[in-house]
């Protein structure tokens, strides 16, 4: 089992930035980040692999940068240039399959998420 924990959420006006940090029990080979606002369904953000390469959404692409400190365990994303449709609750994830990354829809663990919020 894989422990998940997100903090960093806050409120901030469009254009603002903010750091999100997910503390996990353990570092996958490959994890990731997703979004769900309200209404909406939970949208892939991007996945973050231990050596550190990431990819994205193109929703987010060059706004956005995942990364990992595995000493600490701890993933990050980092949130700039932010929208209002950026807002929602933000969940870090890691597939419950081996070296799979995880996907909506898939098997896997779920943290708690913390909530961004993005002011017009």
């Known amino acids: 089992e894989v422990q998940l924990v997100e903090s960093g959420g806050d409120s901030v006006p469009a254009g603002g930035s903010l750091r999100l940090s997910c503390a996990a029990s353990?570092?996958?080979?490959?994890m990731g980040w997703f979004r769900q606002a309200p209404g909406k369904e939970r949208e892939w953000v991007a996945h973050?692999?231990?050596?550190?390469?990431?990819t994205y959404a193109d929703a987010v692409k060059g706004r956005f940068t995942a990364s990992v400190d595995n000493a600490k365990k701890t993933l990050y994303l980092q949130l700039n240039s932010l929208r209002p449709e950026d807002g929602g609750m933000y969940y870090c994830?890691?597939?419950?399959?081996?070296?799979?990354?995880?996907?909506?829809?898939?098997?896997?663990?779920w943290g708690q998420g913390t909530q961004v919020t993005v002011s017009s």
């Open positions: 353990t570092i996958r080979q490959c």
């Open positions: 994830a890691a597939s419950r399959i081996g070296i799979a990354c995880p996907t909506v829809g898939s098997q896997v663990y």
């Open positions: 973050i692999r231990s050596d550190g390469r990431a």
